[in-house]
């Protein structure tokens, strides 16, 4: 079974320009995930699709940083403008299901991230 | 609000010995899940173990273990007898599991670095 892929896998940006990221998730995955880990720190969930639709976004900064997963399955996120402060490693996971308290629906397969440097 | 504690940033254990890591967490909900995840130095995330909330044993899998002990929010991790390629990062996590069924918040907390010595 394919696990899930990212890409690209290093970006350098300046400030102020745009960037987007794409993950394709383990096939038959409904639920995807996107992560912010700055370096030292957990990661961080910014954003949560069940299927195409979003199921939390409650931590992504939405003046500059957007995703899509329009046909319930890849997805993409951009962020626009960058900021020095949004330099991290952009993880993208997926599960089966988020909706069930089932352990296979819920463990998450990670991706092997994008690590941007904004400078 | 979600918090997850993990209050030792490096620990060091011999090869084969046994290890605990540390993880407290915070929630006013009845219902949740604790995970740890492994990321070696390539970045990648693994899913060790999880403990439901209801469980009423601690899990298992294979050298990793939890100690759930509810009363005290804790969710450690035991791994024994260390082999050199258990050296990584080490994050415990926790999802709540609202009455709507979808987990809200996946949260993570700030990680140990074990180190293995030959």
């Known amino acids: 079974e394919a696990g899930v892929a990212q890409s690209p896998r290093y970006k350098i940006i300046e400030k102020r320009q745009s960037v987007a990221f794409w993950c394709n998730p383990i096939s038959g995955h409904a639920t995807l995930y996107w992560y912010q880990q700055i370096l030292g720190q957990g990661p961080k969930l910014l954003i949560q699709f069940q299927n195409n639709g979003v199921v939390d976004d409650s931590q992504l900064p939405k003046d500059r940083f957007s995703a899509e997963r329009l046909k319930g399955v890849d997805s993409t996120l951009k962020i626009q403008p960058a900021k020095l402060e949004d330099s991290a490693v952009y993880l993208c996971?997926?599960?089966?299901?988020?909706?069930?308290?089932?352990?296979?629906?819920?463990?998450?397969?990670f991706g092997p991230g994008t690590r941007l440097t904004v400078t | 609000a979600q918090k997850i504690t993990q209050t030792q940033p490096g620990m060091f254990v011999q090869e084969k010995e046994a290890v605990t890591l540390d993880c407290t967490y915070d929630t006013s909900d009845p219902s949740y899940g604790l995970f740890w995840y492994k990321q070696p130095s390539s970045g990648e995330m693994i899913f060790l173990i999880y403990?439901?909330?209801?469980?009423?044993q601690n899990a298992t899998e294979g050298r990793y273990s939890l100690n759930f002990q509810k009363a005290r929010k804790s969710a450690n991790l035991v791994i024994s007898a260390s082999q050199l390629g258990d050296s990584a990062m080490y994050f415990c996590?926790?999802?709540?599991?609202?009455?709507?069924?979808?987990?809200?918040?996946?949260?993570f907390g700030p990680g140990t670095r074990l180190s293995v010595l030959p």
């Open positions: 996590a926790m999802r709540e599991f609202p009455a709507d069924n979808y987990g809200q918040n996946f949260v």
């Open positions: 996971a997926s599960s089966l299901s988020g909706a069930s308290r089932d352990k296979s629906s819920y463990e998450q397969y």
């Open positions: 403990q439901g909330s209801y469980d009423q």
